[in-house]
């Protein structure tokens, strides 16, 4: 290819070429801003041992913040002749400043180059679905909280099974996605190490500064073993979808329950006019579409994990360029991640309660085991008890219903359908978000700092 910074003289078959960029160009687009800021670090780190002068280091910062600034407002975008995310860039400056745009690259791979990117990349859009897993979480209690009084069936084997509660319900989910967040935390610490300075995976003759680049970019340390930066990619990128993929599990089993509890043969919630979707032909249907597709994309994103494990776990050690196929699967994921969560973050505060079917649905043979252990609390042993109340069921007789206020009072244990810790669960989810926009913060300030002074300033 012509004009690439890899290519000979001879120009590319351009069907090869076609095949080879694939659908880079597109993905890199969402890597510009990163690209532009790691080239602002990497210029300061050259001008740190004298690679270029501070002039030079100058210069190109203001050409980077141009850039920056043109990138975000859509004036600098990759074209069809650009080759990567890279070569766009180098071009651009080489176009304003001649000569010492050329100057930039030393040091420097595109290798280390994507990964750099991609990580800031990661740490940005990890800490959107953490605040967005939050938010979910959130809105699953305070749906909870308005009908935690609302007994409703627990189920095995999808058969009634006990006595459960809409609060306990939603709060387990709620429960369940907070749960998600220590896995999304380590693999942001995953992320959080930087690559910059190993370039094609075994660093390079020169003396540069990785420690000072990687705090110009905000990453709390350096990846120091340069030859293991290149295998931690499809890894790393495995490892972010396998942490998506706890929320994405919730959610597709919180969108299951949904669509059955919204069903005519449950009849438990009701769906909105404005949450569901009709039929060309059938004119009474309110389908619970949304939940479908979120249980889908969830399948969708479990898919895209088996993708990126299956390229990177069958590669030796160093680059190959099959990892271009690992970058799409988990920008996808990412995106995927954040539709679903802020859909169920929407959806379920707006589904109707329908109290009296719910009650219905509470009595009979799903209080044998409450009876079972009435008798107990009377002195009875539990297989005794058991075998009498399995017996009265089986002779068709009448299991007692000591009426919802008993049956939630019995279970005032932690966790417990009379207690499922909603209040304690919110107080803890207000903290948790105001950790996450507190890193939020300060990881833009650490960026505007390197776009505003380049790092020059030290």
């Known amino acids: 290819m012509k004009g690439t910074l890899w290519g000979g003289r001879e120009p590319m078959d351009p069907d090869l070429e076609s095949y080879t960029v694939g659908k880079d160009l597109e993905l890199d687009a969402r890597l510009l801003p990163w690209d532009i800021l790691g080239t602002m670090a990497h210029a300061a780190g050259l001008v740190e041992i004298g690679l270029l002068s501070r002039e030079e280091g100058r210069a190109l910062h203001e050409a980077l913040k141009e850039a920056l600034r043109e990138a975000r407002s859509g004036a600098f975008a990759l074209g069809p002749g650009d080759e990567d995310v890279h070569s766009a860039l180098e071009k651009y400056l080489t176009e304003r400043l001649g000569p010492l745009g050329r100057k930039v690259h030393a040091g420097r791979s595109r290798n280390d180059q994507v990964v750099t990117d991609l990580r800031l ?86 003396p540069l500064p990785r420690e000072k680049t990687a705090r110009l970019l905000g990453f709390s340390s350096v990846q120091e073993n340069v030859t293991a930066v290149q295998p931690s990619r499809g890894k790393l990128e495995a490892q972010v979808l396998q942490a998506l993929w706890g929320p994405a599990y919730d959610l597709a089993k919180l969108s299951w329950d949904v669509i059955l509890f919204t069903s005519e043969e449950f009849g438990f919630f009701g769906l909105p006019r404005e949450f569901a979707t009709g039929s060309s032909i059938m004119p009474q249907k309110r389908n619970p579409d949304l939940f479908e597709l979120t249980r889908a994309k969830a399948a969708v994103l479990e898919g895209l994990l088996h993708q990126v494990t299956a390229v990177a776990s069958k590669l030796p050690s160093g680059y190959h360029r099959d990892l271009q196929l690992t970058k799409g699967p988990v920008m996808e994921g990412l995106d995927l991640a954040l539709e679903m969560l802020a859909a169920v973050e929407k959806a379920v505060p707006a589904l109707e309660v329908d109290r009296e079917a719910c009650r219905r649905a509470v009595g009979g043979e799903i209080l044998a085991t409450d009876e079972a252990l009435r008798r107990v609390r009377e002195g009875t042993p539990f297989r005794d008890a058991y075998r009498e109340v399995a017996r009265l069921v089986e002779e068709g007789g009448e299991i007692p219903d000591p009426g919802p206020e008993a049956v939630l009072a019995a279970r005032r244990h932690p966790g417990g359908a009379g207690d499922p810790g909603l209040e304690s669960l919110a107080r803890e989810l207000e903290v948790l978000a105001e950790e996450v926009e507190k890193r939020k913060e300060s990881f833009r300030k650490t960026l505007d700092a390197l776009a505003e002074g380049g790092g020059l300033e030290e």
């Open 121 to 206: 990349y990661f740490k940005d859009a990890l800490l959107e679905v953490m605040g967005a897993v939050v938010s979910a979480a959130s809105a699953l209690v305070e749906f909870g909280r308005r009908h935690e009084d609302v007994l409703l069936p627990g189920y095995t084997h999808q058969r009634r099974a006990m006595p459960s509660s809409v609060g306990l319900w939603a709060g387990g989910f709620a429960q369940a996605l907070r749960d998600d967040l220590p896995l999304l935390e380590a693999v942001y610490g995953l992320a959080d190490m930087s690559p910059l300075g190993s370039a094609a995976g075994y660093g390079v003759p020169l």
